[in-house]
């Protein structure tokens, strides 16, 4: 009796505590849906002697420094890498390397593919990837991701894989091996996940088929990444146009179209060169979420 009442005490515990257990256990991780987290990659620095070039006629002859940031995003689809920055090749070169025709020099202090080990994360791992646009400083390890599938605007595709890459500044040696990897072509907005959770604009104007992105993050809120839509917040400002653009007019269209997803989001614009905003962003292995 003694014994009976003994296992009936503790069959009521053990329901009760497995109910306790439901009802405090946290959602795992890997459970959750949608965005949880993203990191910030540190994807080279470049620097120019002349500013002017990206605002005409302002600062003329002033020198400025540019960050360069990759985003990793991690959805419970699987990874997303926004950008891959400057080739990890140039950490071998001490002085840098000269670009755009002399009018910067790049560096990088750290590759992103340590900064990938390090989150024992795998090239193999990303699953989606998407540029704003195919400037070597943004596509200079795109040949890593062969495992991804690329997210691009038809006219950026035209202009990257098409016959004359060099007419619009794109260097294919940097991204030759997406040739052979699943492509998704877009004709506009787009959403990645099919939730809401990460939005690719149509951003055009820096180049022919240049893109900003929209992530949801669960408690920083919206953030969108300019890309080159604009590249300091002087800029953004004034609604400056560099002179080397691929298009004024498109150019000065996508700025206000990031106006108006800033405005309807209440979204943060976080500008991928503008190297003030960027020290202020905390980078891999932190995270934002
Ligand atoms: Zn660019």
Known sequence: MVKNRQATAIRFCSVLLS???????????????????????????????????????VDVGKPREFSDSCYLIHHDKGWMLWESGISDAVADKPDGVVAGGGILTLRVQKTLQSQLHELAIAPADIKYLGFSHFHGDHVGNANLFTEATLYIQQAEYDAAFGSEPAKFNFNPALYEKLRATPIVILQGDHDVFGDGSVTIYSTPGHTPGHQSLLIRLPKTGPVLLSGDAVHFQENWENRRVPARNFNKEQSLASMEKLAAILEREHATLWIN?????????????????
């Open 19 to 57: 109910i306790v257990w439901l009802c405090a256990a946290p959602a795992r991780a890997e459970d959750a849906q949608g965005v949880q987290r993203m990191y910030v990659l540190y994807c080279g620095e470049s620097e120019t002697k002349d500013v002017s070039i990206w605002s005409p006629g």
């Open 273 to 289: 060169h503008d190297k003030p905003q960027t020290d202020t962003l905390p980078h891999a292995p932190d995270f934002v979420e």
